[in-house]
């Protein structure tokens, strides 16, 4: 049943949810048929164009312009634009035959009973038997979608619950009905999982199943913790933000975002589905919030909630007035312990312990927290690891509440519960060691089970690799700044980039030279990944700024050359090397990406050479790659300038592709080797597999290419274009003179004519560029505003 061939689906509503439902479906290459209801009249633009309430078109409106609507919505729910021509729209009445012919049915209606269970009726007129049938509800009892269908029906029906925007958040909350059959529940979690990219998560039948359950309960906690501590909104969001792993939206902001109208209709609907829950009173709903729901003021919908922005300005709200007022700087003590922590887990047990406001923030509402979650195992869910992963995965937490609680420690979150008054459930003090959770001989995480009383492994493992597992027992070298080598095993090493934001620096560069050594001499190929936010940001600035202020240009000449030889090392080693990248992969990150013996990708992977935008070129082989590339593509007779142009461009504009699909387009990715992998969780597995594979199959080091460039012709018809940039006061004269550096090395500088040259001569072009452009002034404000705001600066 696992292995049930998904094809084609229909989605039965095209709202928010349901055009994103659409969206993923057609993203992994399946095709949809997104059906909505037929309009009662026509528009205005109907009216004119003198169509009538039966011309095909109108009839599919709702679905056509809910679906365009998201397409164009920002962050894109596609990976790619081409990916619409999987989805065709229709509607209700005229189309429902067609469910017929598709392999699994989600209804994503609106949230009433009645109306559900008509459109169930309707589907059990068409649908063939053994088609699955899900419900996207997040509100009504799963059980209560079931009643009076059939037999067929009730064995294939689950909840399957996407989170918004389902191309972003990975929880897919899975929720059975005592009628369906385990294969299907089964089927759901595995395809969930492994097609959809999602983290799926097994749920009971209870109110609001796991995430929502618990994330409404930690944000009406804090919203009662605050009036009670007198904090104000934004001191809240900045103690709830990613300083301990959560989105920068921290809590207010997200709740702005989401709308406060649906997290009063969770906390509503908890409240009074829940009478046993010993934490119910959390729910009730504060003062302030029941003045802003009588003001209508819910958020990003009406353009104020916690936040308004007016003109420039962004205010925020004081809870005691209900006035708006200008935005304070929030500062506290216990907070300034934890800059030099780089893992957000790792602060916890210093916020715990501080003496000031923040401090006494944190041991309440993680008290409070931990009591909760103690109490809701077995109700909502027999394992714990399912609330870890709801939490992470559908509210965007970084750590779960146990996780966070194993790593304080279980005797010091029972402390913190029962001072404030919240007792935790007992099974919690019968845990024979003090983890939740712990790594086993092999690697493995195993959680303490409930209900055997015992450590079990965590299921499906066994497609995955989690480094921080394999870190602390299969580590065979690192350094204290860069890189950490660990074994796979069946001969495959992992380098894993630990520095700060994974930028690269001589430490790293040593790292994967290192591994490079040990694999050619005891291994079988190399895998480069991490487990971090981004795979990579790029070079270290800092350390680029630093030695051209001082002017050490032998030093920095050096620096860039090992860069330039590691990268190549990489591409010629007489092992497979495999590169991993994922999130933000920049500069240096890509140019690594790109010397790969094979890439394996997740989709969201945003990658490019991002140089320009501090004043430089691409010098890490970047530009070589690009050049090289670009003219392998060549065909005879064609207009080689036009396709070096559009390389030029995507460095010449910093070009980031928003998804690995576009990397494939932009040729930072290539058809022919490139791989993309849905599932982030599942990335590194995949990568030993293929480099396995390259292995097996009998891995020759590469021999050097040469390049074909062209030489001065094509130089000058740049160097025409980009004075003609200047002219139209596209660009400035500084942007000009980094572009027509740019142009010099990609033409294989000035050669008479075209010609073949070495990836070496190149790559020294490269250097030479990048560090003349060091030498300008104004390249050292551009990387000194990047350093200090995050920020290009255009001078």
Request: hydrophobic fraction near 40%; charge should be neutral.
């Amino acid at each position: 049943m696992k292995n049930r061939n998904i094809t084609h689906i229909t989605v039965l509503g095209s709202g928010i949810m349901g055009s994103g439902i659409a969206c993923q479906f057609a993203n992994i290459g399946v095709k949809v048929l997104l059906l909505d209801i037929v309009p009662k009249e026509l528009n205005e633009i109907e009216t004119k164009k003198g169509l009538t309430l039966y011309s095909k078109i109108v009839r599919n409106r709702i679905a056509s312009e809910n679906l365009a609507k998201a397409i164009s919505s920002n962050p894109a729910p596609l990976y790619h634009k081409n990916f619409s021509s999987r989805i065709e729209v229709g509607n209700f009445d005229d189309d429902m035959e067609k469910i017929k012919n598709t392999d699994w049915i989600i209804e994503v209606v609106v949230e009433r009973l009645d109306i559900k269970k008509s459109v169930y009726e309707k589907i059990e007129q068409h649908r063939k038997t053994g088609t699955l049938v899900s419900s996207n509800t997040s509100g009504i009892p799963i059980h209560l979608l079931i009643d009076n269908r059939s037999d067929d029906f009730k064995k294939h029906f689950a909840g399957t619950h996407f989170f918004n925007p389902v191309r972003y958040l990975k929880l897919l909350e899975i929720i059975p009905t005592p009628f369906t059959d385990k294969n299907i529940v089964d089927f759901y979690l595995n395809y969930g999982e492994k097609y959809l990219g999602k983290t799926t998560v097994l749920c009971k039948d209870t109110p609001a199943f796991i995430a929502n359950r618990i994330g409404v309960f930690s944000i009406m906690n804090l919203f009662n913790t605050v009036v009670e501590l007198g904090l104000s909104v934004e001191d809240v969001d900045k103690l709830t933000g990613p300083i301990i792993g959560r989105p920068k939206s921290a809590t207010f902001r997200t709740a702005d975002v989401v709308g406060l109208d649906t997290l009063v209709h969770v906390a509503n609907g908890v409240y009074n589905a829940c009478p046993n829950d010993e934490a119910k009173n959390q729910f009730i709903l504060p003062d302030f919030l029941n003045k802003m729901m009588e003001n209508k003021w819910l958020g990003s919908k009406t353009e104020q909630g916690f936040y308004k922005k007016i003109d420039k300005d962004i205010l925020s709200l004081d809870l005691k007035t209900l006035e708006y007022k200008a935005q304070q700087k929030s500062s506290f003590p216990t907070l300034e312990l934890t800059k030099n922590i780089d893992n957000a887990i790792d602060r916890f047990e210093i916020l715990i312990s501080g003496t000031d406001k923040a401090a006494e923030f944190y041991r309440k509402s993680l008290g409070a927290l931990f009591a909760y979650v103690s109490h809701r195992i077995p109700e909502i869910s027999d394992e714990i690891f399912r609330l870890d992963d709801a939490l992470r995965t559908g509210f965007g937490w970084e750590d779960g509440p146990f996780q966070i609680w194993n790593k304080i420690g279980i005797k010091k979150g029972v402390e913190l519960a029962e001072t404030n008054g919240d007792p935790v459930a007992d099974w919690v003090k019968e845990i024979p060691e003090n983890n939740f959770y712990k790594i086993n001989e092999y690697g493995k995480t195993e959680f303490y089970n409930l209900l055997s009383k015992s450590y079990e492994l965590i299921p499906g493992q066994e497609n995955k690799i989690n480094l921080e597992s394999t870190r602390s027992t299969k580590e065979i070298w690192s350094n204290k700044n860069g890189v950490s080598i660990q074994d796979l095993g069946d001969g495959i090493l992992n380098v894993e980039f630990r520095s700060k934001m994974n930028s690269l620096g001589a430490e790293v560069m040593t790292g994967i030279n290192k591994a490079i050594d040990l694999a050619e001499a005891d291994y079988k190929g190399i895998v480069i990944s991490n487990q971090g936010q981004n795979f990579s940001v790029g070079a270290n600035l800092a350390m680029i700024m630093m030695l051209a202020f001082d002017q050490e240009w032998d030093d920095l000449n050096m620096a860039i050359s090992y860069f330039q030889k590691t990268v190549m090392r990489v591409r010629y080693s007489s092992i497979p090397v495999v590169v991993c990248p994922h999130g933000m992969t920049f500069g240096g990150g890509c140019e690594i990406t790109m010397h790969a013996d094979k890439v394996v990708a997740t989709p969201e992977t945003y990658i490019g050479l991002v140089e320009f935008g501090v004043g430089v070129i691409p010098a890490g082989g970047g530009t070589k790659e690009f050049v090289l590339r670009t003219a392998k593509n060549y065909v005879k007779d064609d207009v080689e300038t036009n396709r070096l142009r559009d390389a030029f461009m995507n460095i010449a504009t910093a070009k980031v592709a928003t998804s690995a699909y576009e990397a494939f387009d932009m040729n930072i990715f290539e058809r022919n080797k490139d791989i993309v992998v849905v599932n982030r969780d599942r990335q590194i597995a995949e990568a030993k597999k293929q480099c396995l594979m390259l292995s097996e199959m009998g891995y020759t080091k590469p021999i050097e290419q040469k390049v074909r460039v062209l030489g001065r012709e094509a130089l000058g018809i740049f160097l025409v274009g980009t004075d003609q940039m200047v002219a139209g006061k596209y660009i400035s004269d500084h942007d000009r003179l980094i572009a027509n550096k740019l142009a010099h090395v990609m033409v294989g500088g000035n050669l008479s004519e075209t010609t073949e040259v070495s990836e070496q001569y190149l790559l020294d072009l490269e250097r030479e560029a990048f560090l003349s452009l060091c030498g300008e002034r104004k390249t050292l404000e551009r990387i000194q505003s990047m350093l200090k705001t995050g920020k290009p600066l255009r001078n």
